[in-house]
């Protein structure tokens, strides 16, 4: 059983950093891509960032240059810095495994981003 527990989300001004985990637990031999989706109300979920095995990056356009996701394979968990939070970044983060063929999600974290 795969289970993975997200942290780091809260409050903070427009301007400000967070930095998101999530740490995948279970029996897991090896994890391909990690990756972070956000949903904001009254929306869809989309995605965020997603880093791959071999480290490669993929960003949603509204957050490359702002957001840096990266991954410690060692310890399961994927983070993901957020830069110059604006109030349109409000919305539940889920962290995103790929893991022997299947996708497994977290129960999300609430940002937002208010002054």
């Known amino acids: 059983q795969v289970q993975l527990v997200e942290s780091g989300g809260g409050l903070v001004q427009p301007g400000g950093s967070l930095r998101l985990s999530c740490a995948a637990s279970?029996?897991?031999?090896?994890?391909?891509?990690m990756g972070w989706y956000r949903q904001a109300p009254g929306k869809q979920r989309e995605l965020a960032a997603t880093i791959s095995s071999s480290g490669r990056t993929n960003y949603a356009g509204s957050v490359n240059g702002r957001f840096a996701i990266s991954r410690d394979s060692g310890k399961n968990t994927v983070y993901l810095q957020m830069n110059s939070l604006q109030p349109e970044d409000t919305a539940v983060y889920y962290c995103?495994?790929?893991?022997?063929?299947?996708?497994?999600w977290g129960k999300g974290t609430l940002v937002t981003v208010s002054s």
């Open positions: 279970g029996s897991i031999f090896r994890i391909s891509d």
């Open positions: 995103n495994i790929v893991y022997a063929g299947k996708d497994y």
